[in-house]
């Protein structure tokens, strides 16, 4: 039996799985590691964790599985986008690496759009935002200019790891686009945005088509994790890439709603001169000569974990749901909004802030979890009808992540999008997308689509119910009004923050 190897590096840990040529996940294991937020709107990891935790993981997969090295045809990988590592020439990290979730750089984001006014939109088709790569550089550049100074090449998380398994240089298009310095149409690092702000190019790594091999297993680390050092290794993608690969997003109508520590809807593109403006993310995806179009709650996932801790630290999570049925849609007139960390799509507003409005004293605990998930998925809706906007009709939707783990929350998109919800026989979102690359890339298949067929396989379909579709429509639009209603409010509160 032959198997190929995905590694998810996520915000919280490194996820590795082992697959075999009919897409079944054999083996899996995953290595956490910390966060720090050492000052009000920072969030940074060390990425030697990051190394250090895909080595043991591929180590324990390899131990646990009893799979032979000899049986390995491939890695691949995913990463969490936008985290700015500053390598100098040896290779090592010259700071801790600053993750999407920072939101330190409203300066440098306005800078950019003083700077590039339009050009930013027609050449890197992405708004300046506080979790991109560019705004991170500029930061560094005007607070840490002796680490810039020292700076040999910028990575990715994904790409800093896979540098310190095969000693190469590389980053994949999916990663590149949320950097803000590629020219996303031409598929090549923008000389002109570059100098805009004293840039060398020869910062930016070489680019690569993500299921392209970028070298094998050094020897150390192959004896450090069971592996062999002939063992191909592929470029790997973006983590929301990798996720729409892993849901079979391939083809023209195809979107895929991925509920994580953020929240994500996706829709493939083929059109490679569509500009929505800014509205949603236009990034290159894992498929060669592909994109898609993607909005973003930033505190998805991360909301209900924030409830949970805070609220009943007590329960389980299943536990916390349990009673998320009984209460009726709307959660009997409470709604909560999820930018507890700020937003990203419809709002990039770093200082807006969640609410919970309606509260009164007959609500108990699981009308405040029903709120949080619906809240969640208004938000979400927020980008399907962007999407829509766009001229797509989306009536089937792929759900990925946590939010496929609930039957009740699995209902309540169906009715809030108004769409059917797929959810798979087998959901290992961007972990699955990475082996996916590696299948392609050893030659298991003629294309991505062809792995797709053979991976990726529906096992349950969730219809709106008109009855309660037609109640969160009018519910919708209230939500849809409590940012404009609260963006003042937070702005004056943000000075209060500590």
Request: aromatic share 8%; proline share 4%.
């Amino acid at each position: 039996m032959k198997y190929v190897i995905g590694v998810d590096l996520g915000t919280s840990a490194v996820k590795t799985v082992l697959v075999d040529p009919q897409g079944k996940v054999a083996f899996e294991h995953s290595e956490a590691y910390p966060l720090s937020r050492p000052q009000p709107n920072w969030s940074e990891q060390n990425p030697e964790d990051w190394v250090k935790g895909t080595i043991a993981s591929l180590k324990r997969l390899m131990e646990v599985s009893g799979a032979e090295p000899s049986q390995i045809d491939g890695i691949s990988f995913s990463g969490q986008m936008h985290g700015l590592v500053l390598v100098d020439g040896e290779g090592q990290a010259l700071r801790p690496a600053i993750l999407w979730n920072d939101t330190r750089t409203t300066a440098q984001c306005r800078k950019i759009e003083q700077a590039l006014g339009g050009k930013l939109i027609d050449i890197a088709r992405n708004r300046a935002l506080e979790g991109f790569t560019l705004p991170k550089i500029l930061w560094v550049q005007e607070n840490e200019p002796e680490v810039l100074a020292k700076a040999e090449v910028f990575l990715l998380p994904k790409d800093y790891v896979r540098y310190h398994l095969t000693g190469d240089y590389a980053m994949d298009y999916s990663d590149a686009a949320g950097t803000l310095l590629l020219d996303v149409g031409a598929k090549q690092w923008s000389a002109e945005i570059a100098e805009a702000f004293n840039l060398p190019l020869s910062i930016c790594p070489r680019l690569v088509e993500s299921f392209d091999q970028t070298g094998t297993l050094l020897p150390e680390i192959a004896a450090a994790s069971g592996l062999l050092p002939t063992t191909r290794v592929y470029a790997g993608g973006a983590d929301n890439a990798c996720g729409a690969l892993g849901a079979g997003i391939l083809g023209e109508g195809r979107t895929m709603c991925s509920i994580g520590t953020s929240g994500v809807v996706l829709s493939y593109e083929s059109n490679k001169d569509l500009n929505l403006e800014g509205k949603v993310h236009f990034f290159n995806h894992s498929e060669k000569d592909a994109f898609y179009i993607m909005g973003v709650t930033l505190a998805a996932g991360h909301s209900l974990t924030w409830f949970k801790e805070t609220f009943a630290a007590d329960k389980s999570f299943d536990e916390l749901l349990q009673g998320v049925n009984e209460i009726p849609a709307g959660s009997s007139g409470l709604l909560f909004t999820p930018y507890i960390s700020g937003e990203r799509t419809p709002h990039p507003d770093a200082n807006i802030r969640g609410s919970f409005i309606g509260m009164d004293s007959g609500h108990t605990l699981s009308h405040f979890t029903r709120a949080v998930l619906e809240g969640i998925t208004f938000s979400l809706r927020e980008s399907i009808e962007i999407v829509r906007e766009s001229g797509k009709a989306i009536t089937e939707v792929v759900a990925i992540g946590g939010g496929a783990k609930n039957e009740a929350w699995l209902q309540m998109q169906a009715d809030i999008f108004g769409a059917s919800i797929i959810k798979l026989e087998s959901e290992q979102g961007p972990a699955m997308g990475a082996a996916m690359l590696a299948a392609y890339g050893a030659g298991w298949f003629g294309s991505l689509g062809e792995c797709a067929e053979a991976f990726i396989r529906p096992a349950e379909v969730y219809t709106p119910n008109a009855e309660q579709a037609a109640l969160y429509d009018g519910i919708f639009a209230l939500y849809q009004d409590v940012y404009t209603q609260t963006r003042e409010l937070n702005g004056k509160l943000a000075s209060y923050r500590k």
